[in-house]
């Protein structure tokens, strides 16, 4: 398979300079970089007008959370809303990534990424999968612990993880790839997408109280 | 103050303490402030030409306001003479005089006397340069008014008491001259007092980012110096980038100390990160961590553990590879732990006596303690070591394996 035939438009949305120049040497053969922003509000502007196919988000900027950026793109609606965002960030606070899952990105990627592993998540994000980096599954495995007595389920099919997306999301955050997984599991590298976006929808929709008071707890220890 | 007994002195040859001793005397009179402010208006101050008063005859308004003291002082005396008491008039004369000369030199010294003048009148200023919303002048009137009416209630009866001779008398008038002096000064005290609690924030604040900016320079900067140094040493400067890193991340999320000394880690993911900590810095490659759940630690956790650093220690030493990955999962009855790289692996069947011996330790420590320990490896494909434990001491069975 050809680069060019699926080089996506990447919009980088990132208050380092330095960051963004690293980013943009790594990223510049193999994906087309339509502009980048350093603030909320001109990246708000900026992807309306030029709807690329791929935010590479940063979760700290100076205006505030990246998931703002989310949330106004959901708003805008239209094509707006089609645009695909990875979220990149050094910071652990849980409550601040999976806050961008919620919010509607398709995954979460550590800076210290390497550069072709930041292509390759950027290509996955692209073509509509799910990138989950070994802490983010950590986190969502995290978020999703047995629930104690005291928590009522409200919604089985969206507060609790299967069995088999657990062990999906120990294996990531145990280090394997894709596919590895695939491998370990005799499943197909499809499969594993299917499970790891069945977990991304679970997060972005279940209305489970202990997501958010996990996030809270999180915060406070 | 203003100069006026070192100029005085000056002109007359005199100390100049000798004048200032002099002019106090006098002030006690009343004269004397009257003497200082007509002095301080008619002889030009050191390195000037002209005097005050000089400046203060362009100055209409100022002389008006002067001249306004005039009806006071008929006021005053009046006053004095009805109630027969002589120590007003006596006192009226100098004071109103004093007053009309303060008024001009007010208005017309030069910009550093100003400046002086403001700061030593700040609390009677405060009281005259209300903001000019109509609300609040007349508020201010009316705090004014009620000074004035609580002051001559407390001045006339504390006169009145020595007629009477009754305790209460000049102890009521004396509550209301403090009540006349709180409702006109306390708002600017506690203006005052405001400022000052401001001004203390302000300095924690500036504090803090002091402190803030000799951490950043003790560590990362630094850092940032000795990565520059080393470029040409990629191992080394991924290792202090890590370490760099690791630091800052417990100083900003965990609130600890850089660079206090580790004291002795209490619960399970405190464990992993000190593996983490160790083997990046004694090794050189990038440890990365996941840990779900946490709980404190007991003897077969420790000795999980032990046995997971032995096998980031190897990995770190043996594997070749970059970097390592540790995932510690704490459910609701187990415990477990994996470790694994990337690296060239070994095939199990075949390993030399001191991996075997190295393996072997690692699975006796975790029977020893009632654990599992499964290693998988493969030439090409890396290695795993996974460590389970109960987390129920009685659930642990204890296997026979000698040391």
């Not at chain 1, 299917?194 to 915060?219: D, G, I, Y």
């Not at chain 2, 290792?239 to 600890?256: C, K, T, V």
């Amino acid at each position: 398979m050809t680069a060019d035939a699926r080089r996506p438009r990447v919009f980088l949305v990132d208050d380092h300079e330095i960051f963004r120049k690293g980013v943009r040497a790594e990223l510049s053969d193999d994906v087309d970089l339509v502009g980048e922003a350093d603030d909320v509000e001109p990246a708000i502007e900026l992807i309306k007008e030029r709807l690329p196919d791929v935010v590479l988000l940063d979760l700290h900027l100076p205006g505030g959370g990246g998931h703002l950026v989310i949330e106004a793109m959901k708003a805008a609606g239209g094509d707006a809303a089609a645009v695909k965002f990875l979220a990149l960030s050094v910071s652990d606070a849980p409550e601040d990534v999976i806050a961008v899952i919620r919010a509607g990105a398709r995954g979460y990627v550590t800076k210290t990424i390497s550069g072709p592993e930041l292509i390759d998540a950027v290509l996955r994000v692209a073509e509509g999968d799910a990138v989950f980096s070994p802490r983010l599954a950590g986190f969502v495995l995290d978020a999703f612990a047995a629930t104690p007595a005291d928590q009522p389920v409200f919604d089985p099919e969206l507060d609790q993880l299967t069995p088999r997306e657990r062990e999906v999301l120990r294996l990531i955050a145990r280090g394997y790839t894709y596919k590895e997984l695939a491998r370990e599991l005799s499943i197909s590298t499809k499969t594993v997408e299917t499970h790891v976006s069945a977990v991304l929808r679970k997060l972005q929709l279940s209305s489970r109280h202990q997501l958010t008071r996990w996030a809270t707890e999180r915060r406070l220890v | 103050m203003a100069g006026v007994a070192g100029g005085l002195a000056r002109r007359l040859g005199w100390d100049p303490t000798v004048v200032r001793v002099v002019l106090v005397m006098v002030s006690l009179s009343g004269y004397g402030i009257c003497v200082y402010v007509l002095a301080w208006l008619l002889i030009p101050a050191e390195g000037e030409n002209e005097p005050v008063i000089a400046r203060s005859l362009a100055d209409r308004r100022g002389i008006a306001l002067a001249l306004a003291f005039l009806p006071a002082l008929v006021i005053a005396l009046l006053i004095g003479s009805v109630l027969g008491l002589t120590w007003i008039s006596s006192l009226a004369l100098p004071l109103l005089v004093s007053a009309g000369g303060f008024v001009l030199i007010w208005r017309n010294a030069d910009p550093g006397e100003k400046a002086f003048l403001h700061r030593a009148a700040a609390p009677v200023t405060s009281l005259a340069q209300r903001p000019d919303g109509s609300g609040r002048s007349s508020r201010f009137l009316l705090r004014t008014l009620a000074a004035l009416l609580l002051l001559v209630g407390g001045l006339v009866a504390l006169f009145e008491s020595h007629a009477r001779r009754s305790a209460f008398r000049p102890l009521a008038g004396l509550l209301l001259i403090i009540a006349a002096i709180v409702i006109v000064f306390g708002p600017w005290w506690l203006r005052v007092a405001r400022d000052l609690v401001v001004e203390r924030q302000a300095r924690a604040r500036a504090e803090e980012r002091a402190e803030i900016a000799a951490r950043v320079h003790d560590s990362v900067l630094q850092t940032l110096a000795l990565i520059q140094r080393r470029a040409d040493q990629p191992q080394q400067v991924i290792q202090l980038a890590r370490a760099q890193e690791r630091e800052l991340r417990s100083w900003l999320f965990d609130g600890d100390r850089p660079g206090a000394p580790g004291t002795q880690d209490s619960t399970f993911a405190a464990g992993i990160h000190r593996i983490q900590e160790d083997v990046e810095a004694l090794h050189g490659v990038a440890v990365e961590v996941v840990v779900v759940g946490d709980c404190e630690l007991d003897d077969g956790l420790r000795s999980v553990l032990a046995a997971g650093r032995e096998a980031a220690v190897n990995a770190a030493k043996w594997s070749g590879a970059p970097e390592l990955s540790l995932f510690g999962e704490v459910e609701q009855r187990t415990v477990s732990l994996f470790v694994r790289d990337r690296g060239r692996g070994f095939d199990p069947e075949t390993v030399t006596e001191d991996r075997k011996g190295i393996a072997e330790s690692i699975r006796g420590r975790m029977a020893r303690s009632g654990g599992t320990a499964a290693i998988r490896s493969s030439p090409g494909a890396g290695t795993e070591v996974a460590l389970t434990m109960s987390r129920e001491p009685g659930r642990r069975p204890r296997s026979a394996v000698a040391t």
